[in-house]
């Protein structure tokens, strides 16, 4: 798909990576020149280097092909004003950065589509709202605070265990297993093998204890 970001600091940069990553097209529009150079510097992406907030600069951007609009900026003004004007536009999806959660309303009012804060959220979440939106809609239940991870099994200490024997958990749930492309809704009795690729519903604070409990 293609996505536009206006802003191209921390969140955006990272947000960009991660799509490009998994072969999306993505256009950065920046209107700091240092930004701009550091972003054409390391992404594969087309940098407009202009203000978000003008529809000029949009069109340059060819936001009618877009399929997202990410406005992630650090100011909400800037945010709210560059949604509203890309709305003309019939995107399917817009997504806000918002600073002061306060303005989380008036976001909303104007009909974004997903409001995120950077005190709530990171790229790796703004990735699944565009890429994978059934996932984000169980991380928004969390405000935040949880992850869908996969995780290919390693451990010989899980390796030959009944799922109920390791699932659920305070901190995770395993939620699928993939077999040959096909996606498994696991049963209690089914047996964990080794290189079993899982996706597991973990607590944010609990990934990285969980993820070395199945692979090392």
């Known amino acids: 798909m293609y996505v536009v970001i206006m802003g191209g600091g921390r969140v955006g940069l990272n947000l960009a990576s991660k799509l490009i990553e ?10 700091s020149e240092e930004l701009c150079n550091n972003a054409a510097t390391e992404l594969d992406a087309l940098v407009i280097c202009g203000n978000g907030t003008n529809k000029k600069i949009l069109e340059e951007a060819n936001i009618g092909d877009a399929d997202v609009f990410v406005a992630a900026t650090g100011n909400d003004d800037a945010n709210l004003l560059s949604s509203i004007l890309v709305r003309d536009y019939n995107i399917e999806k817009i997504i806000a950065r918002v600073s002061d959660i306060s303005h989380e309303e008036a976001f909303q009012k104007v009909g974004i589509n997903f409001v995120v804060s950077p005190e709530l959220t990171a790229a ?3 990735e699944k709202v565009i890429t994978r939106p059934n996932i984000a809609d169980l991380i928004v239940l969390g405000k935040g605070n949880a992850e869908m991870i996969n995780i290919t099994v390693k451990n010989k200490k899980v390796i030959g265990k009944e799922i109920r024997e390791v699932s659920p958990t305070d901190d995770y749930i395993i939620a699928a297993v993939h077999n040959n492309g096909n996606i498994i809704i696991p049963k209690e009795n089914m047996v ?3 290189n079993n690729l899982i996706s597991v519903l973990v607590k944010a604070n609990a990934v990285k204890k969980v993820t070395q409990m199945f692979t090392t």
């Open 192 to 194: 964990l093998s080794e």
């Open 124 to 126: 790796s979440y703004l």
């Open 22 to 31: 998994n072969g999306n097209d993505v256009t950065i529009i920046e209107k």
